[in-house]
């Protein structure tokens, strides 16, 4: 699984090109951007195209040439392979035929927000990547994200942008947001301010709407979490709510059913479950 550059081909890895002038065949999201890249490296191997459409048949290709002793390489179209982007499917099923799997790390969109992001005050985590494009699913998973205090990696399109900008800005207008736009590329663009300040930035310029983003929501302080402790008959609620539905579905009808506050509750409903995950794990031993 090889990481390939996400805009600056000179973030391709020494590995990277070793690996590629190794292996009998490559894999590749788009055969057009994986043949540029080997042509760019001098390099010529047969492509075998694997994206999001056709990943189960292709991968069926690929375990047949691993099965006559090839060794294959795979590669998204930008970036380290199946972080929203194809991949997983491969690696399962070369996995289950009792294939080995290598990790080439390289550049990574994700990874290259977060370094850049100054969040002082994240612990870990969350990638969050794309949401759905549309409907009831887009809105579902946007109200976990608004209501998650943890930092958070997203990625969104040029035509969605000012409305994801706005659902941030409205949702908790003070916490700090930096925005990645066109990571490694000629107009690459970093920007960390609240997120109310988002739509107005975005607007100014038509020029920043445009191109792939990268945006990574700061976690919320967690003295503003514990400020907003919640009464004895909010927990209860939670709780009861936590041992019948999913922890989303139950974080949003608890806030619906009492009027807490939204970040205030799912900070403790992950708290709750982490408590019962270390717990399940003592009696295990």
Not at 15 to 34: F, P, Y
Not at 66 to 72: D, K, M, Q
């Amino acid at each position: 699984m090889v990481a390939t550059p996400i805009g600056n081909l000179a973030d391709l890895t020494l590995r990277a090109i070793h690996i590629l002038g190794l292996v009998d065949a490559l894999a590749c999201e788009d055969t057009r951007v994986g043949g540029q890249l080997m042509a760019h490296l001098g390099l010529s191997k047969p492509l075998l195209a694997l994206h999001a459409h056709n990943e189960h048949e292709a991968a069926a290709a690929v375990l047949a040439r691993l099965a006559r002793g090839e060794s294959v390489a795979y590669a998204s179209d930008a970036g380290t392979p199946a972080l929203s982007d194809p991949g997983a499917t491969l690696v399962a099923a070369a996995a289950a035929a009792g294939h080995g799997v290598v990790p080439v790390p390289g550049p990574s969109s994700a990874l290259a927000a977060l370094s850049v992001a100054g969040d002082t005050q994240a612990a870990g985590f969350v990638f969050t990547g794309f949401l759905p494009a549309k409907g009831a699913e887009r809105r579902a998973l946007l109200a976990a994200v608004l209501a998650d205090p943890r930092a958070q990696i997203l990625f969104e399109a040029p035509h969605r942008i000012h409305e994801l900008a706005a659902a941030l800005a409205e949702a908790a207008p003070a916490r700090r947001v930096t925005l990645c736009r066109e990571l490694t590329k000629q107009f690459e663009t970093v920007v960390t301010q609240q997120a109310a300040a988002l739509p107005a930035w975005l607007a100014a310029d038509p020029n920043r709407g445009r191109g792939e983003f990268v945006l990574v929501r700061h976690a919320l302080p967690v003295a503003a979490v514990d400020a907003a402790a919640l009464p004895a008959e909010v927990l209860r609620t939670l709780r009861v709510l936590l041992r019948e539905l999913p922890l989303k579905q139950a974080v949003t009808l608890a806030a619906e059913i009492s009027g807490a506050p939204r970040n205030a509750i799912y900070a403790q409903a992950l708290a709750d479950r982490d408590a019962a995950d270390v717990g399940a794990e003592g009696g295990d031993a």
